[in-house]
C-alpha cells in the first residue's frame, strides 16, 4: 500500500498524518483489532460493541456527521517513507504487513456499516495516524495512555450543550449518538430553571448554584447537580405542561415555605444538607406531591401548611450533617431511602386532605 502523508518526529519518533477511504477500512483481513481473548493474551482491546458502531453509522449516514478526530493505527514492521517536499511525501507499507488499529475502532466499524448499507460512503474519507512502532506492548501502552488521560467534557458543559442541540431539527437530534442526546427532553428546560432560580433575589437559591467554570464563592451545589435533581420535576406530567417561568415560580414559593419551616438550615447551610445533593435530590422529587396537596391556587402559606403537618422532616435539626440525614449516605439509593420517608410523613399528616392530579393556577 502507498499512501501520501506527512510525517512529523516526536523524541526520534516518526509518526505519519494522512487519511483513507471507507473502502480501505472495510479491509478486515488487513486492518485488525488486536483483541483479548484466550488464545490471545497478548491483546489489549475489548470486543467491539456493535450497537455503538450502529450509531455512529446512523449519525454519518442520516445526520450527514463527520468525525474530524483520527484513528490511530500501528504498523509493527518497518515502513518506508518517500520524501518528496518538506514533511510530504509517499508512505509505502509492506504488502504482507497487518495493520493494527489501536484507537478508533468503533468508528472504522460504523464506517463499514455505512458502506454496506449505502456504496456512496467508500469514499467517505476519515483522518489517519500511523505509527510504525515494532512491539506489542509500545502499541498497547499508547491505547492505554489515550484512554486513561483522555479527559471527557464535564458534565455540566455537556448539559449547557444539549440546550444548544435541542434547538436542531427533530430529524437531526433523532440520528445524534445516543450517549450524546441522553436527557435531551428535559435537561435544556431544567437548565433553564436552575437559571432563573439563581438570578431570582426573592428566593433561596439566589447565587448559590455554581454553573460552568465559575468559582465556588457563596454557591453550595453545581449546575449539574441541581439541574439532574430537577427531573422529577421537569418531566412530570403534569408540570411538564408548565412553562420555565411558572415552574421557577412555583419552586421558588416552595423552597421559600421549607425555609420558614427550618430557617436555621439556610442561616447555616454547610452544617445542614438541605441546601445540598440530599436535599435538592430529595426535596425536589417531593415537590409533585407537595403541590397534590395544595389545591387549586399553589400560594406560599398553603405550601407551609402542607408541609407543616408532616411528622419529621421539616426543622433544620432533620437536616443536619450530623443527624440523621447526615449518616443516610450520598448515593441515589440513598436518597430513594429519605425520600420515601418524607412521602410517608407528608401523606400521613395530609390524610384528609384531597389530591389534585389536574393543572392548578398560581
Not at 450509531?55 to 500501528?74: D, H, M, Q, R, T
Not at 497487518?98 to 478508533?104: K, P, T
Not at 435537561?187 to 438570578?199: A, D, G, Q, Y
Not at 420515601?340 to 393543572?359: D, F, I, Q
Amino acid at each position: 500500500m502507498e499512501i501520501s502523508a506527512f510525517e512529523i518526529i516526536q523524541n526520534n519518533t516518526p509518526i505519519y498524518i494522512t487519511y483513507m477511504t471507507a473502502e480501505q477500512l472495510s479491509d478486515f483481513k488487513r486492518i485488525k483489532v488486536d483483541i483479548f481473548k484466550n488464545e490471545n493474551e497478548e491483546g489489549y482491546q475489548r470486543e467491539i460493541n456493535d450497537k455503538r458502531s450502529e450509531e455512529f453509522a446512523k449519525y454519518v449516514i442520516n445526520a450527514k456527521g463527520i468525525s474530524p478526530v483520527s484513528i490511530l493505527i500501528n504498523v509493527r514492521q518497518k515502513l518506508n517513507f518517500i520524501r518528496e517536499k518538506d514533511n510530504f511525501g509517499k508512505l509505502i507499507i509492506p504488502d504482507n504487513s497487518l495493520m493494527w488499529i489501536v484507537d478508533g475502532q468503533h468508528r472504522r466499524k460504523g464506517l463499514v456499516m455505512a458502506v454496506n448499507e449505502m456504496s456512496e460512503y467508500k469514499s467517505y474519507q476519515i483522518p489517519v495516524v500511523i505509527t510504525n512502532l515494532s512491539k506489542t506492548y509500545d502499541e498497547a501502552k499508547q491505547f492505554i495512555i489515550i484512554n486513561k488521560t483522555q479527559k471527557g467534557v464535564r458534565s455540566d458543559l455537556a448539559e449547557r450543550f444539549l440546550s444548544k442541540l435541542f434547538e436542531e431539527p427533530e430529524d437531526i437530534i433523532s440520528q445524534m449518538p445516543a450517549t450524546v442526546i441522553r436527557g435531551i427532553t428535559w435537561i435544556p428546560k431544567s437548565i433553564e430553571v436552575s437559571e432563573k432560580l439563581n438570578e431570582r433575589k426573592d428566593g433561596v437559591w439566589y447565587k448559590r448554584i455554581r454553573f460552568p467554570n465559575e468559582p465556588k464563592m457563596i454557591t453550595l451545589v453545581s449546575q449539574k447537580s441541581f439541574t439532574e435533581s430537577l427531573r422529577p420535576v421537569i418531566r412530570n406530567e403534569i408540570f411538564e405542561q408548565y412553562s420555565v417561568e411558572e415552574i421557577s415560580e412555583l419552586l421558588t414559593r416552595y423552597w421559600n415555605a421549607i425555609k420558614e419551616l427550618c430557617p436555621e438550615a439556610f442561616k447555616l447551610p454547610d452544617e445542614h444538607l438541605i441546601q445540598k445533593t440530599t436535599g435538592i435530590f430529595t426535596l425536589h422529587r417531593l415537590f409533585p406531591l407537595v403541590i397534590s396537596y395544595c389545591g387549586d391556587k399553589v400560594k406560599i402559606e398553603r405550601i407551609k401548611e402542607i408541609l407543616s403537618k408532616m411528622e419529621r422532616g421539616m426543622n433544620s435539626n432533620y437536616w443536619g450533617v450530623s443527624g440523621e440525614i447526615g449518616l443516610a449516605g450520598t448515593s441515589q439509593k440513598s436518597f430513594s431511602i429519605i425520600y420515601k420517608k418524607l412521602s410517608t410523613y407528608l401523606e400521613e399528616g395530609n390524610e384528609n386532605v384531597a389530591k389534585k392530579k389536574r393543572l392548578f393556577e398560581l
